[in-house]
């Protein structure tokens, strides 16, 4: 006879529910972007070099607070938990708005909270994050998976958001710095996603205030990869969102022989799939949320599962959109092509799938996936 309970203890059962709170915050952040972030605007931006929009970062991070979310209140932040911010990044990833909210908001919040950012420079730094009017990157590759190797000197490729950067947070041999962007050398890349831009950035051993030793910072630098990884599945989950409902919508008010094109079998049976994949997806993304917000030990195993399904699900769905669009779905002007980007960007961005299933297969101690 089976010794395991007939079921899981309540208390140890994710959440995956949204709060009233998390609803309300979603309708701001949505409003926001609806009215500061449509399509046009942002191909516009993307086309002249600079996407970012200033004012709109503004009111996202200091008018709204979201820049603040994990930053503990005494800190001048909302005291929240990643749940709030998965929503946010829910919001970002349906309209692909570019802001440093993954790069600053999370995953440089989440390395300096985790070196007990209560005194000093880290505390310091984390107050002008939580009003977004300090915008801090870390000098990583955005390729860079949790766990991954870390460079430790010379020129870091691939950075995602370091135009935007106020303060890089470097990996030196002997710990982790806060160099000011003037101290550092920036050259833009071309990234696919234009919404995402990238750029090398070389901080050498000149100016800089050490934050920690190099073994705080090597954890640090994991805690805030991890928790990027696994709130970065909410990103792809909102890019498949926009994706399918767009694919819904343009289905309906398309005609072909007197009728709709949606209509058609062979089309409901492709946008059902992708329905059943975004639930799937969305378990997967709310559960990694969760996980990371109560600080539970299968956090990693969560995340894992979360980028290993939601980025298959996201490219999928980006896929069907611009292919079920037809002809004007392959034009320029349509925002197709900027979700199928931005999700192409986000499969590789923290660990590719084949990495995260690499690392749930160790943590349940099963052979490696071929």
Known sequence: ?????????????PDLLYSEAEDDLRAAVRSLLTDRSDHTALLARAESGAPYDDGLWQALAGGIGAAGLLVPERLGGQGATHREAAVVLEELGRTVTPAP????????????????????????LLKGLATGRTVAVLALPLAAAPGAELPVSGTVTGVADAAAADVLLAVRPDGLYAVERA???????TAL????????????????????????????????LLAGAGLLASEQLGVAVWCLEETVRHTRE?????????????LKHRMAQLWLELVNARAAARNAADALATGSAEAPLAVAVAQAYCSRVAVHAAEECVQLHAGIGMTWEHPAHLHLKRAKAD???????????????QLVGLPAPH
């Open 1 to 13: 006879m089976s010794t395991q309970p007939d079921s899981i203890p309540s208390d140890t059962q």
């Open 101 to 124: 909210y993954l790069s600053s908001s999370v995953i440089a919040t989440e390395t300096l909270l985790a070196l007990d950012g209560t005194s000093g420079e880290a505390a310091e």
């Open 183 to 189: 101290d550092a050398v920036l050259v833009p890349q």
């Open 193 to 224: 996603d234009l919404t995402r831009p990238l750029a090398s950035v070389t901080v050498g051993d000149g100016p800089g205030t050490r934050l920690a030793d190099a073994v705080a910072a090597r954890a640090a630098v994991r805690r805030g």
């Open 254 to 266: 398309r005609h072909q022989f007197n009728r709709p094109v949606g209509s058609f079998q062979a």
């Open 347 to 361: 499969e590789i961005a923290l660990g590719t799938p084949g990495r995260h299933k690499e690392t749930l297969a």
